[in-house]
């Protein structure tokens, strides 16, 4: 590690990015090598949006990240996960997702079977305009079906759901994010607190932790913005009037890298003084970005009359939520060096799923002149890779990058081929940049049976 930042009590901070739970399992591995390096007891926080909110809640539910040894790791956080979302999904592995699809379908064919109805035209027409509409109120309803499926799955306790007040821990602070629509900020929830710039500081109270998880991976489109009551949450010191409703979507709406929770600590602490002891705030941070690069697409749906607008619009939010989450990369990649260099504020690293482990370390290895110390670690990177599995670690990034972005099973190969891949890379790029501890290539049988059913 640079020097500097060796000389100060190391506090991490860890933002998982979206991308479902593709970017589920890719944090999941950065978690272990962090373990197994021995770093986690230096972890302070762990951000997260989407997919990554995912994974944060099921290890804050598991205790406390930073007292786990890599043995308690892999059997009471990764495996139980990983096997899960390898084998039986999340959203579609609960029966009550089942049900309510059917009842969708079931519901649709009514609405439809009205026309037949012996009625006159008008009655029909009454009575199919009122189905439609209830239909449309039970397929909205879609959101609090997926809430259901994350507690049933994973957030409970028993039968008893496990609440976000539960979540608190004494060294780790577990931030899931959130974007309120309304205000186009982010409401971040907490064991200990529900915050926000326009709404203030609030409390858990007894809201549960599988609906924080399914406010934040809401993906727009197919999970309509959820409405919950602000009252529960007595907010204090907020920029307006307390609204009666939080409108939620998707925390990577607003930042899909969950960088801006550790960022914005200082501001925060500055804001709401009182709750400054509350705040934990990080020397170094762990960006885990798991969302896929935007790809070459076929544009011809976009000539369909009419539909074909939609299809140009989804395209058009696509671009601009890629260049924007690209320009955040470069900020914080200049923000991290020009902290390396002044030993002051926030030092970090990316860990990009697009990226091979040789990424990093062959770029540093030719900048002897401008980072010394980095160059000399690049180079034992390079080392303990060797260069003879170069392609094979170049597609394998670019399969990674290319999983969907769902909720249902990813099978076995692909879950270890995510774990795998997010350790390794951790691996190489954390000790490049920040020095941490390189350890020896772990074998891709260690993931597959951590994947592997029975």
């Known amino acids: 590690m640079t020097g500097k930042l060796a000389e100060r009590t190391r506090k991490i901070a860890i933002a998982l990015s979206g991308g479902g739970h593709r970017a589920s399992l890719f944090g999941l591995g950065v978690l272990l090598y962090l373990t197994d390096a021995g770093r986690n007891r230096e972890v302070v926080s762990v951000s997260s949006v989407s997919g990554g909110s995912l994974t944060n809640a099921w290890l804050a539910q598991k205790g406390d990240y930073s007292n786990l040894t890599p043995e308690e790791l892999e059997t009471q956080v990764v495996g139980p996960f990983a096997r899960r979302v390898a084998h039986v999904g999340t959203l579609w592995a609960s029966w009550t997702t089942w049900v309510y699809i059917v009842a969708l379908g079931v519901a649709l064919g009514a609405v439809f079977a009205v026309w037949w109805l012996p009625v006159d035209l008008l009655l029909r027409t009454i009575c199919f305009v009122l189905g439609l509409a209830g239909w449309g109120f039970l397929a909205s309803l879609r959101r609090t079906i997926c809430a259901l499926a994350f507690r049933?799955?994973?957030?409970?306790?028993?039968?008893?759901?496990?609440?976000?007040?539960?979540?608190?821990?004494?060294n780790v602070q577990h931030v899931i994010c959130a974007t309120d629509v309304r205000a186009g900020h982010h409401v971040y929830f907490s064991g200990d607190f529900v915050c926000s710039y326009r709404l203030g500081w609030g409390c858990p109270a007894d809201f549960r932790l599988a609906d924080a998880v399914q406010v934040s991976a809401a993906f727009p489109g197919l999970f309509p913005p959820r409405w919950l009551a602000t009252k529960q949450h007595g907010f204090v010191d907020g920029a307006r009037?307390?609204?009666?409703?939080?409108?939620?979507?998707?925390?990577?709406?607003?930042?899909?890298?969950?960088?801006?929770?550790?960022?914005?600590?200082?501001?925060?602490?500055?804001?709401?003084?009182?709750?400054?002891?509350?705040?934990?705030?990080?020397?170094?941070?762990v960006v885990v970005d798991a969302s896929g690069p935007m790809r070459w697409k076929t544009v011809r749906r976009m000539r369909i009359p009419a539909i074909g607008e939609v299809f140009a619009l989804l395209r058009a939010i696509r671009v601009l939520y890629d260049k924007t989450t690209a320009t955040r990369r470069i900020t914080l990649v200049d923000r991290f060096d020009r902290a390396a260099r002044d030993g002051r504020w926030l030092e970090g690293a990316l860990v990009m799923i697009n990226r091979s482990p040789y990424w990093t370390a062959d770029y540093f290895s030719k900048q002897a002149e401008t980072w010394p110390e980095r160059a000399e670690r690049a180079a034992c990177v390079?080392?303990?890779?060797?260069?003879?599995?170069?392609?094979?670690?170049?597609?394998?990034?670019?399969?990674?990058?290319?999983v969907k972005?769902?909720?249902?099973?990813?099978?076995?190969?692909?879950?270890?081929s995510l774990l795998y891949h997010g350790y390794v890379l951790a691996m190489a790029n954390l000790h490049v940049i920040l020095g941490f501890p390189l350890l020896t290539v772990p074998s891709y049988d260690r993931f597959r049976q951590l994947v592997a059913n029975g």
């Open 241 to 285: 009037d307390t609204p009666l409703f939080m409108v939620l979507s998707d925390g990577g709406v607003y930042d899909n890298m969950a960088e801006q929770w550790p960022i914005g600590i200082r501001a925060r602490k500055s804001r709401w003084p009182t709750q400054s002891d509350t705040l934990k705030e990080p020397n170094a941070l």
């Open 405 to 416: 972005t769902t909720l249902s099973r990813l099978g076995g190969d692909v879950s270890a």
């Open 152 to 170: 049933r799955t994973l957030y409970s306790t028993g039968r008893r759901p496990t609440l976000l007040r539960e979540i608190e821990h004494e």
């Open 382 to 402: 390079l080392q303990v890779l060797g260069d003879e599995d170069r392609e094979q670690w170049k597609h394998l990034a670019l399969e990674n990058s290319r």
